[in-house]
Structures are given as C-alpha cells and as structure tokens.
C-alpha cells in the first residue's frame, strides 16, 4: 500500500471512531465516511483506512479497493499549495499540455508528486467547468484562467513565502 | 432596480464575488442598498465574455466586467441613468453596440427551457422560484392528477433522456411504476464527468429547485417516497447550493411528509461521488451509492426491477429533470412541437475549444451544426479554418465540414458517427491533429475504465498504445486495419456504455481524416503541426540575422553558425524542445 509509515495518535483514531459514528457505522456509507476523513486529515494514508475498515466492520481489501477506484481519493499528502491543471477538453485544446509540461520543468516533479520541501504537489483533473477561461490552473482555491506557458514563473511566485 | 451579477464558476473565477461585493459597497456608499438589489444568479451562459452583470428592468447587459467598474456601473448607472458604454458587448462583426441579450448573435437562436431560470433568479431563494411559476407544476399533480395520467403526458411530449442515450424518460417512469416494490427511489445523476461540459453543473447552482420539484414528481408518478441525488465532490458550489434548496423546501412543505397537505411525502439525500467517469453509467452510480466500487453490472435486471438496495430504482439527469417542470405547465403539445420527429425539445450544450463565444447555449432540436458554430459560437477562434468539432465527449465522434448542416438530434449525431452525449461540443481548427485527439481520448478512457471486462480494459490500452506509435512517427501502415478491427470488437464485447462507445473518436478520426493518419504513417509528417516527434525545425535564411542566440540556448549544440550569417539546425541532433524558438527575437525559426 503506501509507502509512507506514520503513527496515528490517539486523537486521530478517536476522530475516525468519531466520523463512522456519525454515519452509524454502516458499510453502504464507506465513500462517506471516506470523504470525511481526507477532510480532515488532507489524504488517505493505510493506517486511517485499516481503522476505517475496523469501524465499519468491512475487510481493510474493500476500503482500499474503494480508495484506489476513486481519483478523488488520495493516499499521499498534497503540498501546502496543490496545483491542478485541468486536462478537460477545451483546456487540451487551448494548450493546457503544454502549461502542465512547464509546471513540471519548474517543479521537477511529475503529476501526482509533492515537492520535496513540501510545498507544491501537482495534479491534473478534468474540467472544472470554467471552460471559457482555458486554460485553466488551479493553485488552492485561486483559479488562474488563459494560462499560457510564460506565465507559469509568475504563479509559482506569487506563493514565494 | 435589480443587478444581477453572474455567479457561475466560471465568472466566479475571474472574481464576480468582488464585483458583488463592491456593487454593495458603492450602493451602500449612496444609501441606495434599500432600493437597489444585487443578486448573485446562476451562469448566463456567455463565459467567453464574463464576468457578466445585467440591470433590470432595463435589460442591460454588461460583459467583462472587473470589481473597479462596480463604482462606475452605480455611479453612471444607477444614480444618473446613463448606460456605461465601455461595458457593453461590442458585436465583432457589425462593430455596433449590442445593449440587450436578446439582440446578441450569441442568444438570438438559442431557446431557453432547461436553463430558463439560469441568469433570473437568484438560486439561493425559493421565493424567487416560487415567483416564476416555480413548484406549481408539483402541485397541479399532486392535488389534481393520477400517477398514470402524469405519466402518459411525460411519454406524449416525447422527452428523451438528456445524459447521453436518449432513452424515453415517460417509459423509464412506466417501468419503474409498474414494478411492485415497498420502497422504490428517484435518483438524479449529477455525476458530471464528461471533460468539457459543465451544463449539469450550471443547472445545479443557478435552478437546483427545478431538479427537486421534477424529483418530487417523478417519485409521485412512480409510487417513491425517497430521492437521492447523487453529485460529484469536484462541485462544491453546486452542493452548496442544493443544500440550501433542499432546507428551504423543506421549511415550505415543498418536500417532507404530506407535501401540500395531501397524502404524498417525499425527501431527498444528497449523495458524493469521488470522481469516477464510469459513475454516469447508472448501475455504476448505484454501486458507488451503496459504497461500493463504481462498477457496472450487466442489464438486465434494470435498475427500473432492481436498482438501489436491490429495490426499483429511476435514474434521470440533470437536464433531463430540468425540462419536467416546464413540460407540465405548459403541456405536452407544447413540448412536442419544439424539436425534431424523434427528439422533441430543446438541448444544452457547452460550447468550447477554438471558438469566440465560449459558453453554454441551449437551442432546439434540429438546429445545425453550423447555426450553432458560426451564428451562435460566432465563428472559429482568430480567423483560423474550421476542422471539425467533437460532441459527445469520450464517446463521440469527431465530425467534419460535410456535417455541419446536419440538423442536430439524437438520430442524425448517432448517423454521422458521432453522438449527443451529454452535450460537450468542442470546435478545433487546421492546428489541431485528428491522431493527438484520437490519442486524448483514448488516455482518457484507460484511466477511467473500471477494469472489469477485459474489451475495455485490454483493448482501450492496446488502441492508445497503437495510436501513440503513430503519434511518435512508428505506425505502419496496417496499424489502421488494426485499429478499426479491435474498435469493432471493444464496441461489441464490452459490459457498459463506457467500452461499447470508447472507440468511437478512433473510428470517427479514421473515417473522415484518413488522409490525416495516412500522413503520419507513410510520410511521418503531422499535417496540422502538433506531433512533436514528427517535427522539425528549421531556420529561414532571410530571417536569420547570426545573433547566435539560439545557438546558445540549444542544450545539444545542434545548431551551429558563423556570428552575423545565418544559422543552421541539424535535425539529426535535434531533440525538438522548441527552445531556440522561443529565443528568436526575428522569427527565423518555423517548424515543418
């Protein structure tokens, strides 16, 4: 599964407990209660989805097969400013690839990656709806529309802090 | 006097929040903030020109607009009664002023049914619903009318289902009712997942109520007392907004137990998908409702005998539901006589990709291609040559010139080798290679196919595998008999709607641009320029004045020169990175 280890703290696990709870413990609630969870704590690592499946009575297999179906679902932490790079069709054709192909050039890092030091994890999704803006970048919440490749410099460093 | 400031998510984007809250300010300033109302409304449709503000009673309608002109729009505006002219649309062609929607190139031919309330009201308050004829259709019905009888109208107006098959919603509704259950559920599929249509999304956050009122009618008919609505996480102002209306409806008696005082009772649950394209296929959805992995099952059993928990289940769309309440008040004839023979109607699409007017229109059916691209769309992006224009998402088709006077319905897209989809339409132009967008789609559809059945799984890897060779300059020329033979057999062995129509952008491509792949097998060329492996670059000798800036930033000294006489590129070395390109200041640098 992941290949980051991390210990759950008490506090943690009395938060998942919290969560099932709150849905009754019912196993038809799962992609519910997984919902609640990366809320909370920003992604899916396997120690809170063994306790998951533990709450909801279900084998640890289901919850992971559930986590790994869904792309909304993510077992490694995002950096402190998630960039996502809408790859839906108007944006493909406006030349969305091409902007990716420098995030990636600045960052060093490929989709699905977090920089080292942390602080930007790069994605891509497929339309956000905002198709008269392609194409368009997410950073955070902030969206960046009609963005070409010279501008990618300039929304790294607006997050220079 | 009303402002209506779009607040749709693509305006919301480029900061309609600050345009509200500053038009607040600015009438506040002036003590005008009793008489004067802002209201935040769904999307007008006209994203290419957003953010969109609209005064009424007088109909003005202002685009691109930023939060420092909300001061002038009060000053000029409201308090002297002057139109601000720096905001008003410009039509490209005329050059003249275009003041009302109405008269706009982008609105005249479009008809607003399913997106009547988009742009009117302000989402977030019933009474403003209410106020256009909103929940009356519910009340007709429930107070007045049979379940059979509500269900022979729905059947009479001929409405087909807007999620992308068509099938006849009045017939689904029949089955539904004719099973026996003790529990049966409405469901609205709100799993928008099509990349580059939005308009399930625009129809939840400007009219959520529309798609409640419909729900509630649909479960009377049907003999359900529970809906579900089950909508993407990815849209979080869209469940912001239901969550509002379903509170708001439910202080009414709107929803709830004995709506209306009389024996029907009806809710609704809000239920999240977790972004899987292959959850818009309804046995999908339910298995993603009940926890489960999204993947499909074979039908039947239908989810009308056994859906959700194993009881009856409707499944409908979005748009589908939208058009229900309309369609009740108004009549069947009414509805049937919009549209053509077999599609009866109105369809929104969302319009985008290398056209002027981006945005969401909704026209009826049998309106052409081309009314839609050149009178609508306005035409394609910077004067280039229109190629062709993709509908249906993954699962259509790419059609060409010869189609563009197909009157669009469900029948002639299927025809064309195409389909309605959930109505994405994406216009491209003579930059765009037909093997690259065959190629996308496909990468889309290997990422999203649930792995169940192995056509779909193996076949849609082997089909992007095939077509990337041709991308990169390795195809032969049997790759295209390849293709087309695994495309039949993916459309014909795979479980659901997702494998049975993926090959559809291949076979599409392959029939109306053969010469296109034709090029990149036998020449190695990219007609259209884009495939970067079948590329080279080259220095114009007239253009070139030896400042040996390209040559410096080339990372493989492929280019080598004398200063002050032109420079040469040697394409055996050459990785393509376009570098050089970008550093010449005299445009000496093309690409063949």
């Not at chain 2, 087909?160 to 539904?176: E, H, I, V």
């Not at chain 2, 009940?290 to 194993?310: D, H, I, Q, V, W």
Request: hydrophobic letters at 35%; one cysteine or more; aromatic letters at 6%.
């Amino acid at each position: 599964m992941s290949s980051i280890k991390i210990e759950l703290r008490q506090q943690d696990i009395d938060k998942i407990k919290e969560i099932a709870a709150s849905f009754g413990n019912r196993e038809h609630e799962l992609i519910n209660v997984l919902h609640k969870c990366q809320e909370h704590f920003g992604y899916l690592p396997a120690e809170v989805q063994e306790v998951v499946a533990e709450e909801l009575k279900a084998p640890v297999a289901k919850v992971y097969g559930v986590v790994s179906f869904y792309s909304f679902f993510t077992m490694t932490p995002k950096g402190k400013h998630p960039i996502s790079i809408c790859l839906g069709t108007a944006c493909y054709v406006r030349g969305a690839e091409k902007v990716l192909d420098e995030f990636k050039k600045e960052l060093s890092i490929e989709v699905g990656q977090t920089t080292g030091n942390g602080k930007f994890s790069l994605s891509s999704l497929r339309c956000v709806g905002a198709c008269g803006l392609a194409p368009v970048v997410l950073v955070g919440e902030k969206t960046y529309g009609r963005v070409a490749p010279d501008d990618v410099k300039n929304i790294l460093k607006e997050y220079n802090d | 006097m009303h402002l209506l400031v779009c607040g749709g998510t693509g305006c919301r984007a480029s900061e309609s929040a600050g345009i509200e809250a500053k038009l607040k300010s600015e009438l506040e300033k002036r003590s005008l903030d009793q008489s004067v109302q802002v209201i935040s409304t769904g999307c007008f449709g006209f994203c290419e020109k957003g953010p969109i503000v609209k005064v009424m009673p007088d109909n003005t309608f202002y685009t691109q607009v930023t939060p420092a002109d909300a001061e002038t729009i009060v000053a000029e505006h409201v308090v002297k009664g002057r139109r601000v002219e720096s905001l008003i649309y410009t039509d490209p062609s005329s050059k003249e002023k275009v003041e009302e929607s109405a008269k706009m190139g982008f609105y005249k031919k479009q008809l607003r049914i399913a997106l009547r309330n988009c742009g009117f009201i302000n989402p977030e308050n019933v009474d403003e619903y209410i106020a256009r004829d909103g929940y009356l259709a519910l009340g007709n019905i429930i107070t007045g009318m049979k379940p059979q009888e509500a269900i022979e109208i729905m059947k009479e107006s001929g409405l087909r289902g807007r999620g992308g098959a068509g099938f006849p919603t009045g017939l689904k509704w029949d089955l539904t009712a004719r099973t026996e259950a003790d529990q049966k559920y409405v469901v609205c599929n709100a799993d928008e997942g099509d990349p580059g249509a939005f308009m399930d999304r625009s129809i939840l956050e400007g009219d959520p109520h529309s798609v409640l009122e419909a729900m509630a009618i649909c479960g009377y008919c049907i003999g359900s007392d529970k809906g579900l609505i089950y909508i993407r996480a990815e849209y979080p102002l869209a469940i912001e907004r239901l969550k509002i209306a379903l509170s708001q409806a439910r202080e009414y008696g709107l929803l709830g137990n004995n709506i209306m005082g009389t024996e029907f009772s009806f809710d609704i649950e809000l239920r999240y998908g977790a972004g899987a394209f292959v959850c818009g296929e309804e046995t999908a959805l339910i298995h993603s409702m009940e926890g489960l992995r999204g993947e499909p099952t074979l039908k039947p059993p239908f989810p009308s005998e056994s859906g959700y928990n194993g009881k009856p289940t409707n499944v409908n769309n979005v748009e589908t539901l939208a058009n229900i309440p309309v369609i009740y008040l108004k009549g069947a004839k009414w509805f049937s006589s919009i549209g053509t023979e077999k599609s009866k109607g109105t369809k929104v699409f969302a319009l985008a990709g290398k056209i002027n007017n981006v945005g969401l229109i909704e026209v009826p059916m049998g309106t052409t291609l081309r009314e839609v691209i050149f009178e609508i769309g306005g035409g394609i992006k910077d004067g280039k040559k229109f190629k062709s224009v993709q509908t249906g998402g993954p699962s259509g088709g790419c059609l060409t010139e010869k189609h563009l006077d197909t009157p669009i319905d469900f029948d002639n897209l299927i025809a064309a080798g195409s389909m309605m989809g959930s109505g994405g339409m994406i216009v491209m132009d003579e930059d765009d290679c037909m093997v690259s967008m065959a190629r996308y789609y496909l990468e889309f559809t290997v990422e999203e196919s649930c792995g169940k059945c192995a056509p779909c799984r193996i076949g849609n890897k082997r089909l992007h595998e095939l077509l990337d060779h041709i991308c990169k300059g390795n195809g032969k020329l049997e790759d295209l008999d390849r293709l087309v033979n695994m495309s039949n057999v993916i459309k014909d062995t795979s479980l659901c709607g997702l494998g049975q129509s993926s090959p559809n952008p291949v076979l599409s491509t392959i029939n109306n641009f053969k010469d296109e792949y034709d090029a990149h097998v036998t020449d190695k060329k990219c007609p259209a320029g884009q495939c970067r492996d079948l590329m080279e670059y080259f220095i114009i000798e007239e253009n070139c004045v030896g400042c040996t800036a390209c040559a410096r930033v080339c990372p493989v000294a492929a280019i080598t020169g004398e200063r002050k006489e032109p420079h040469l590129i040697n394409p055996a070395i050459c990785i393509k990175c376009g570098a050089c390109m970008e550093k010449c200041k005299f445009d000496a640098i093309i690409i063949q």
